[in-house]
């Protein structure tokens, strides 16, 4: 059974920084491209960014590009993504998930992490 | 504003037939992006329900189907079940963006 574990979340102060991580079994990570997607209660669903199996491409939704970064370690069957310069507007549930392919669909997803950014 | 345009809310009786709409762009479903759609139930993350416009995922029943035509695709709901109440999504890819754009999601509530 392909499982999603993410962690890292909490609470952060605007201008912080956070890393999130995912935790893969059940299927070839290393052979998957993998995406986060946020949530947030006003703005709905969010791609954020996403990496080849390979970890040779990477990608990034405008909002998050030059702030976030997006890793792997195939090793640890291991998702990261690294989120500096926090602002409130990036409060939201973070979920890892599985691409079907480049920008393709997401099956499955993590239960997610809730990322706070205030004061 | 969400780049795909779905209605806020959809309604139906047990039993009843709902669809709901996703509406994109030249960008995105207009410029033939495959369009997927995921089911949210309260508390829990989102779970692909329909992929590739009109694909089921394994474990997922024939009331559920999805179309797409122009710049719009649409999720019906046959025989509706009080366990179908949830949030619906839709997503795309555009080439404007250069990326995965959702829907702003569509609430359906069983009366």
């Known amino acids: 059974e392909v499982q999603l574990l993410e962690s890292g979340g909490g609470l952060v102060q605007p201008g912080g920084s956070l890393r999130l991580s995912c935790a893969a079994s059940?299927?070839?990570?290393?052979?998957?491209?993998m995406s986060w997607v946020r949530q947030t209660p006003g703005k709905g669903l969010e791609w954020v960014s996403a990496?080849?199996?390979?970890?040779?491409?990477?990608y990034y939704a405008d909002s998050v590009k030059g702030r976030f970064t997006i890793s792997r370690d195939n090793s640890k069957n291991t998702l990261y993504l690294q989120m500096n310069s926090l602002r409130a507007e990036d409060t939201a549930v973070y979920y890892c998930?599985?691409?079907?392919?480049?920008?393709?669909?997401?099956?499955?997803w993590g239960q997610g992490t809730l990322v706070t950014v205030s004061s | 504003q969400s780049v795909l345009t779905q209605p806020l809310s959809v309604s139906g009786a047990p039993g009843q037939r709902v669809t709901m709409s996703c509406t994109g762009s030249s960008s995105n479903i207009g410029a033939g992006y495959d369009v997927h759609w995921y089911q949210q139930l309260p508390g829990t993350a989102p779970k692909l329900l329909i992929y590739?416009?009109?694909n089921r995922p394994s474990g997922v029943p024939d009331r559920f189907s999805g179309s797409k035509s122009g710049t719009s695709a649409s999720l019906a709901i046959t025989g509706l079940q009080a366990e179908d109440e949830a949030d619906y999504y839709c997503q795309s890819y555009d080439s404007s963006l250069s990326g995965v754009v959702f829907g702003g999601g569509t609430k359906l509530t069983v009366l």
């Open positions: 590739s416009n009109s």
């Open positions: 998930a599985k691409d079907k392919g480049y920008f393709d669909r997401f099956d499955p």
């Open positions: 990496i080849s199996g390979s970890a040779g491409s990477t």
């Open positions: 059940g299927f070839t990570f290393s052979s998957s491209a």
